[in-house]
Every structure is written in C-alpha cells, then in structure tokens.
C-alpha cells in the first residue's frame, strides 16, 4: 500500500541542496522549489529517508514528511494556490514550433 507524502527541506548549503534535490527526483514529483510529493510503500519511504540521511547534515539541515494518507480513495489532487497560479504536473506539455523556412 502507498501512501502521498509532501517531502519539504530546508538545506543550508548549497551542494547539499541540489545533492538532495537530485536524490528527491528519483523518488517523487516537484512541486516547489524545497518540495516534492512522492508516493511511497514502507520500503520506499526507508529508502528515501536512507538516501537522504546520507546527504545532509543532521546539525543544521531539516527534511520533513509529512504523510496525506494512502494513495487509493483519495480521489484527485487537490492544490491551491496563493499568489502565483500553481501549474499542474501532469497538465500537457505544448510544444511551439516555427513553419519551416519562417523566421
């Protein structure tokens, strides 16, 4: 069974951060900057908390999980947004292209 998790850091230097924010990548999806959600079974969730624990340092740095609930029956995602509109991850990806021979 899955469960939704928000996985927030807050890393005071900067290799750490985009150590962890490449760690973070493999495992779920951006949302901001210092924020993914990620969709982990038990094992996953040890593996994640594993890997970071390995990248940060545990005197000044902070990751929090902070568990939704399971990833079944709990209909649509719902985000809001204060500020600037928040974009979806999973809306389409529209490509612009020139007509050949334009400029």
Known sequence: M???????????????????????RD??????????????TPTDLVRCRHALSEIIDHREDQVLFVDLGPVEGRGDRVITAL?????????PCIVVDRPSGGR
């Open 2 to 24: 899955r469960n939704t998790y928000l996985v927030c850091y807050d890393i005071c230097e900067d290799r750490r951060l985009r150590l962890v924010y490449r760690t973070m």
């Open 27 to 40: 495992f779920g999806d951006h949302l901001q900057y210092s924020i993914f959600e990620c969709q982990f």
């Open 83 to 91: 500020g600037k509109a928040y974009s979806p991850i999973d809306s």
